[in-house]
Structures are given as C-alpha cells and as structure tokens.
C-alpha cells in the first residue's frame, strides 16, 4: 500500500481529491490518500505546495519523493528538511494558460489596445499598429512556459528573441544564453516578458541599467517572479518614460500591499498572480505518473536540480 499525503492548502483538496484519485486507480497501484495524517512515517509521497502545512519534512522519515504542485519552487528549493527527491509541476494546463495571457497582453501593448477602449471621448485615433513581424519580443527563460509562450508569439508571426541559461533551438526564435546574449536580447526589445524562475543568479536580473539598455518606451510583461525586477529602478524607468508601461503578475509581497506605488501608478497594469494556474486535472495526471515512475524506479519526471534552484 503507498501512502499518499496531500500537503497543499486544505481548501484545494475539494478540487483536487477526485482528478487524483481518478488518476492514481489509472495506474492500478494500491494506495492510500488523505490531507492529513496521525503518523508522518508513514507517509510515501506528499503532494505538495508551498502554501500548504508542510514545511519541515523531518518526520517523513520514509517518504520517497516530494511532488510539488507548483511550477516555481524558490519557496522549498532550500529547505534543509528536504533530503529527498523533490519534482515540480510542468503540465499542458499550466502551459496553455500561461501562453494565453503572455499572448493577451503581449498583444494589447502590440495593437495598442489602451488607445481605444479608453479613448471613447468621440476623437477619431487613427493610430495603426505595426505587423507583428515588425515588432520584436524578448522572452527571458526558455523553459516549459517560457519556450511555450516564444513559440506562440512567432506563430503570430513577432519577431521573437529568446534568452535562457543553456543554448536552445527553438524554431522561429532567435534563441541567445550567456551575459552577451542578454545583453544583444535587450537593446532590441520593444516587449520584455519575464518568465524565469527566482534564483540567486535571477533576483533583480531587471535593474536599472539593464532597464536602459532597452529601447525607450520598451513594455515589461512579468508573469514570472515579482523579485526578478528592482522595483525601484523600474518605477523610475516608468517616470521618465524609459518603460511605458509594465504588466505585473507577481511582486515581491503578495498580496501587493494596498500602499505600494505601483497601484497608483497610471503605467502599471497588475494582475494578482493569476497569469497560469495549476489545474487538478491535467496535474493530477503528472502526480500519478510520477508515483508510478517512483514505485517502477524509473526517473521522476520534471525533476527539481536543487544546486540550479529550478
Ligand atoms: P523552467 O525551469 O522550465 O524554465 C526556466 C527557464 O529559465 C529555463 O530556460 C532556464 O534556462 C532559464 N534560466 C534559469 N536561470 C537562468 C539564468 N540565471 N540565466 C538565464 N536563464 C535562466 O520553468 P517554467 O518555464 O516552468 O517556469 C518559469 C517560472 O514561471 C517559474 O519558475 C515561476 O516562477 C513562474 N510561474 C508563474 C506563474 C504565474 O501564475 N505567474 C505560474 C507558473 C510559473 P535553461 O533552459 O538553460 O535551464
């Protein structure tokens, strides 16, 4: 019998018990499932999210493997309680949602949306957009939904250029690595989206000269990690014009506190950490995989590299 704890926020587990369970009897192994447990050394595998009850593994003494439900994992990559593997989340309902609003707002700034949903004063604004092909689009972090959101940008035909740690080929993308890389990435990007996960060697990678590198009126779109921008030189890019506008997803303290400038700021769209959800069907089929691929002693999937820190 295989243990399975579900260590995520208490209220998820309403929405999350039957995908799970419809998943795990797909794979025919015998199992137990429950939010909690009288004796934790009993446990095989926690599904697990940063929000949840869990935060010192110590009493899991016989536990095989952390899944975590989340795609970003700078909450736990550094917990010294965790000694065992640790995966987290890439599956096609994360992805798709991802690209969907990376897509959205990418093109409000691309067509120039604002002018006319909130210039209906009866002044005809014949402002026309360039083509998509004339128009180039920086993607920082070339991962699951990173690579996903550059591909869906060159189908529409932007001119992409993609930036990651290792080399990629992605077709339609431009694909550069390395500080030289960044650095031909930003002078030509009209629209930055941020999608890197939260590391040592990615917190404030957005700072002020790398803000000036970019072309004046450049968009920030950050979907990925509030940390990952100097929120200070960004609010001072946006005052003198340097950044026109900046669509924030994610900030170093959610909820964003209710006196922090960016709610006042007129350049400023935020969403509150919505940009993609993990959705209980489509990640419950990569849980049970994974416990499966866990009991088989074949490579967990979507594996946590805890030196990187992603
Ligand atoms: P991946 O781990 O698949 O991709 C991360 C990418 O960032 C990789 O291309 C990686 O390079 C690159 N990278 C990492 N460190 C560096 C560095 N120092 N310099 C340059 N490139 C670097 O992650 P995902 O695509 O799945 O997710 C990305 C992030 O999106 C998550 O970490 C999370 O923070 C955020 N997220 C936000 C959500 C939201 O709702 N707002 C929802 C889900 C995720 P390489 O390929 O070479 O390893």
Request: aromatic content about 6%; hydrophobic content about 40%; charged content about 20%.
């Amino acid at each position: 019998m295989i243990n399975i704890l579900f260590a995520a926020k208490p209220a998820s587990w309403a929405e999350y018990e039957a995908p799970l369970r419809r998943a795990l009897d797909d794979t025919g192994l015998a199992y137990t499932l429950s939010p909690d447990t009288n004796d934790p050394a009993t446990v095989d595998y926690l599904v697990y999210a940063p929000n949840g009850p869990v935060s010192d593994f110590t009493p899991f003494t016989h536990a095989k493997a952390v899944l975590g439900l989340w795609a970003g994992v700078e909450g736990i990559v550094g917990n010294e309680t965790l000694n065992i593997p640790l995966t987290r989340m890439v599956d096609y309902g994360l992805t798709e949602g991802m690209v969907e609003w990376v897509t959205g707002h990418t093109l409000r700034h691309h067509l120039g949306m604002d002018t006319h949903i909130f210039g209906q004063d009866g002044q005809w604004r014949d402002y026309v957009p360039p083509l998509a092909r004339d128009r180039t689009v920086a993607v920082l972090g070339l991962g699951a939904l990173g690579g996903a959101c550059a591909q869906a940008l060159a189908a529409l035909n932007f001119n992409v250029v993609g930036w990651s740690r290792t080399q990629k080929d992605i077709a339609g993308v431009t694909c550069m690595s390395g500080p030289d890389g960044l650095d031909q990435t930003l002078v030509q990007a009209e629209i930055v989206i941020l999608l890197l996960p939260l590391t040592t060697g990615t917190e404030n990678l957005l700072n002020a000269t790398r803000l000036d590198q970019l072309p004046k009126s450049a968009v920030i779109i950050n979907p990925g990690r509030g940390p990952l921008i100097d929120d200070d030189a960004l609010l001072a890019a946006l005052d003198t014009g340097q950044i026109s506008h900046a669509t924030l997803d994610v900030f170093r303290i959610e909820p964003l506190p209710i006196n922090h400038p960016y709610w006042a700021h007129p350049q400023v769209t935020i969403t509150p950490h919505i940009a993609s959800e993990t959705r209980p069907d489509s990640s419950a089929r990569v849980i049970a995989e994974n416990i499966r691929r866990g009991e088989t002693g074949e490579p967990y999937l979507h594996l946590v590299d805890r030196n990187s820190g992603y």
